[in-house]
């Protein structure tokens, strides 16, 4: 009996870090890649890039924000290929400083959290075998980036996805009522972003955890990647690295690296979400 072709998932690869990752997977990976994006024309556009390059990544529409974008996507990975084994959740937005912050933060963690969270309930159960799950995330989701060591203390507490979904609504309330910065959550204008990625990172360990809890003998891991400071959109092109620099850490995790709930820095070194911040 012929061995089942293994599939990769990139969420927001129509362009610039997730763009690249896909181009990294279709060049290493021996099986079909995914580039998904919430744009149809923008996807078969960006697919038709590779495509001339000599790639031949699959392509389906993904809302992360959208469920029933999501439901449809699972549905479809579900009938075609019946699970899959790599799962990089890419997408993400830095949302305007110019919005006030209560709105911010609403549109920050709306979609790099609950966005990520509502990806990985979708797909985790088509997880096979010693799948690995790659959550993008930024130098911005280390813990130590938030100065309240109370604050610090309940996202290293949460021991549930939904204890981490509660802390992060706190949050987006504090941000509502403009309470946030003497709470001790940061001050802006980054202050929304960086806890949408420590929320994504808290999430990654997590997520380890409860999968070695209950389905040990699936061997899945789950890791962060922080991509660096990459020349995209994101970072309206001030960014010093090249967006393959930037799928670098990411495709180290996909295809290499044997850790499990750990944070993996641009460079590809292995450390911990909750450590020191590092100084390159």
């Not at 999501?70 to 890419?90: A, C, M, P, R, Y």
């Not at 609403?106 to 159960?125: H, I, M, S, W």
């Amino acid at each position: 009996m012929s061995s089942v072709k293994k599939v990769a998932v990139v969420t927001g690869s129509n362009k610039g870090i997730g763009f690249a990752i896909v181009k990294g997977l279709c060049e290493k990976f021996n099986g079909d890649v995914y580039l998904t994006s919430r744009d149809v024309k923008r996807g078969q556009e960006a697919v038709s890039k590779l495509n001339a390059l000599g790639h031949k990544p699959l392509f389906h529409q993904l809302d992360i924000s959208d469920e029933t974008s999501v439901n449809n996507f699972k549905e479809h990975i579900k009938q075609t290929h019946g699970g899959l084994d790599i799962l990089i959740n890419n997408a993400g937005v830095y949302a305007s400083n110019d919005l006030p912050e209560g709105e911010k933060a609403e549109k920050d963690v709306a979609v790099n959290y609950f966005g990520t969270v509502r990806v990985c309930e979708a797909l985790f159960p088509l997880l096979r075998q010693n799948a690995k799950v790659i959550n993008v995330s930024s130098s911005a989701g280390l813990l130590q980036k938030i100065p309240s060591e109370a604050i610090r203390a309940k996202f290293k507490d949460a021991k549930t996805v939904e204890q981490l979904n509660e802390l992060m609504r706190e949050y987006i309330k504090d941000a509502r009522d403009n309470t946030y910065q003497s709470k001790g959550w940061g001050v802006p204008p980054k202050v929304s972003y960086i806890v949408s990625k420590v929320g994504v990172n808290a999430l990654t360990v997590i997520q380890q955890k409860l999968l070695d809890q209950e389905q040990p003998n699936r061997n899945i891991s789950v890791n962060s990647a922080h991509p660096g400071f990459v020349d995209t959109d994101m970072t309206d092109h001030k960014g010093v690295l090249t967006v393959d620099q930037g799928a670098k850490s990411s495709l180290f995790l996909a295809l290499e690296a044997q850790v499990k709930g750990k944070f993996v820095w641009y460079d590809c070194t292995i450390m911990d979400y909750d450590g020191p911040i590092p100084t390159a």
